[in-house]
């Protein structure tokens, strides 16, 4: 299951915090446009009608350039010029897994702290505005990303406010006070407060021993947040946010010798500052399964499930990818139709991965039906498991999950954000080319490869389970 940014999967969605919280959730669509429009609504047409230019586009390689300044900061150019605007995206490499465990949270906080001003400038927002543009950050486990849109006539601001913020921000005790405030409350509202709102916070925690995965973005605690000092913040800063630690993508109505003139006037006197090595505990692998119970003041009882599975650059990565698709791609996946639609034992279930560029989990989710027994609720979970590792799946089937996989990355790909995020996400990696040639990857896997994997991921030693029970 993916969505517009190739490392944001519908868990981190839900976890990665963002300025604007209702920013599209491709990955949502993705999920319920079928059964969610009737077959006779016009807005089906309208999709499918992007659909076929989305496909027809899909076969066309996404060109960029790429050059790197002396101070370390690697630049992509994308250019379209069927659009009068430009994105502005920079990426940083850094995110919760490089938090410190007696400090979490600083990530996420630091997203907020980059729009209270610079050193130079003190609002983010108004000059971006005033040149017509708009912008929006995220935070996640494995970076933090700052994008911004505008006409490419005014690319220069953004140029300008980028730039200045990287160099030094306006540190003071009122802006984080303010900025811990904000993240405080976002805390309690979505987190404390919310029912189901710590699912992700034991889960975790459950799942991951020594990686550091095992806290949210949010962080592990509300303490670690409010009791973040201006020192901290410093060294979190100078330790992460320097041109040796960033991708700038710039993509729209602009020219790559353009582009170079600005990136060298602008960030090109910028320190480089120190390269970070990562250097993160690794997680062993599991041996015995975990369980947990818990009680809490929700609607219905939930079950939770995971398992351990692979690193993004893994080839086994997108065998699990179309794995959770065959089980919970939609209105006709396996657990829907089984478990849903058919036993009427869960009110929904889903089944999804992180997404994370260490390895991470594959999670199967669902709200119990009322009167329905946990017990009985994970033996048909684990029934419906024992089909996919027993008998391999029928190549219609392997086919479905794959033609949808193109043509939601064909969709995605019209998108001038998306392919700017996903360009700057590829070159973290290590292969901007990715963008052009990662649909191979899932048209190679074979029947027999979803067998063998299903069989290796859905070891009950290699799972971690979570009753979630109704108080009442």
Known sequence: MKIPHPSRTLQQLRESSSRCRDRPR?????????????????RLTIYFSYLQIGLAQSNVMIQFE???LKNGLRVVVHEDHS???AIVNVLYDVGARDENPEKTGFAHLFEHLMFGGSVNISSYD??????????????????????????????????????????????????LEVQRKVVSEEFKEHYINKPYGDVWHKLRNLAFKRHPYRWMTIGASLDHIEH?????????????????????????????????????????????????????????EQTTPEKLEVRAK????????????????????????????ILSGGGSSRLFQTLVKEKKLFSNIECYHFGTIDAGLLTIEGKLVKGVKMEDAEAAVEAELQKIKAQPVEEKELQKVKNKTESMIAFEDMSLMNRANSLAFYTLLGNTNMINDE????????TADIQQEANIIFNENNSSTMYYYAEN
């Open 26 to 42: 491709l990955k949502l669509m993705r999920m319920m446009i079928f059964p969610a429009i009737p077959k006779n609504d016009k």
């Open 126 to 175: 108004e000059p971006l505005q005033v040149a017509g543009g708009e912008n929006n950050a995220f935070t996640t486990n494995d970076f933090t990303d700052y994008y911004c849109q505008l006409p490419a006539e005014n690319i220069e601001t953004a140029f300008w406010l980028e730039s200045d913020r990287m160099l030094s921000l306006a540190f003071g005790e009122k802006s």
């Open 66 to 68: 790429q050059f790197e």
């Open 439 to 446: 649909l191979e990857r899932y048209q190679d896997i074979t």
């Open 228 to 284: 973040a000092t201006l020192e901290d913040v410093k060294q979190f800063f100078f330790k992460h946010y320097n041109p040796s630690n960033a991708i700038l993508t710039v993509a729209g109505h602009i020219t790559t010798e353009q582009v170079r003139v600005l990136a060298e006037k602008w960030f090109g006197e910028i320190p480089a500052g120190t390269k970070y090595i990562r250097n993160l505990e690794q997680e062993p």
């Open 83 to 85: 659009t009068p605007m």
């Open 298 to 325: 929700v609607p219905l009882d939930a079950f939770y499930k995971c398992w351990h599975i692979y690193p993004r650059l893994d080839k086994r990565y997108y065998i699990a990818d179309l794995i959770t698709e």
